[in-house]
């Protein structure tokens, strides 16, 4: 099944691109917003916003995943999102269309790790996407994962909510369609997508 999703952010948005261009220190992604950062941030975002009766094994690191599978079964997250070894990339893929976007240059202020207060002296700059710019994207969902799966996913957007995306960036998500129009909803998955037929903080 194929259905379409609006991702806003609320805040400047910056998905790295890695090292010093120019006069930018921290510059955008060639890609702006690439795929796999989607699926990245969906699934740390579910992990902690995980709901009643799904499983996580909290793990990043393939040796840490393999181990948690092998002791307690492979975790709903990763059947859903994929993890080292499986036969494909778990129940769903993205693509983004991206806009043409607005990019300024900011200034901010380094924050020291350890204690979490301003360096003096220490300042960087920053490329961003203005706040309310509207990223578009499709989201293909493998049908034989079922309906588990599916409630699994669109309960990562409404986390998404409340989650941050690349540098700290508050956004906001909404269905573009009403998937109950393709599937069988039962009223969980109603109810869930009713949360997500509109932005929260609004048009």
């Known amino acids: 099944m194929e259905f379409k999703v609006l991702i806003k ?7 790295g691109g890695g090292s010093t261009i120019g006069a930018v220190d ?9 795929p796999s950062t989607i699926k990245g941030v969906l699934r740390t975002a579910i992990h902690n916003y995980l709901p009643e009766g799904y499983t996580s094994c909290g793990k990043i690191e393939p040796s840490k995943i393999k ?30 269309r ?6 300024s240059k900011i200034t901010r202020v380094e924050i020291n790790d350890r204690t979490q207060r301003s360096e003096e002296g220490h300042l960087f700059t920053q490329e961003v996407i203005a706040p309310n710019t509207q990223f578009e994207v499709t989201i293909y969902f493998r049908d034989s994962c079922g309906d588990r799966m599916l409630k699994l996913l669109l309960y990562s957007l409404l986390a998404l909510r409340l989650w941050r995306m690349g540098r700290n960036a508050m956004v906001d998500v909404k269905l573009k369609e009403d998937i109950c129009q393709k599937v069988k909803c039962d009223e969980e998955m109603k109810s869930i997508v009713f949360s997500l037929s509109d932005y929260i903080w609004g048009d």
Do not use: Q, W
Not at 26 to 34: D, K, T
């Open 98 to 103: 991206i806009p043409e976007v607005v990019r």
């Open 67 to 96: 181990e948690a599978h092998e002791k307690n079964g492979v975790c709903d997250v990763c059947k859903l999102f994929g993890y080292p070894d499986y036969k494909d990339s778990g129940c769903f893929t993205v693509a983004v």
């Open 9 to 15: 952010n609320l805040t400047s948005l910056t998905i």
């Open 26 to 34: 921290i510059p955008l992604n060639p890609m702006v917003l690439p």
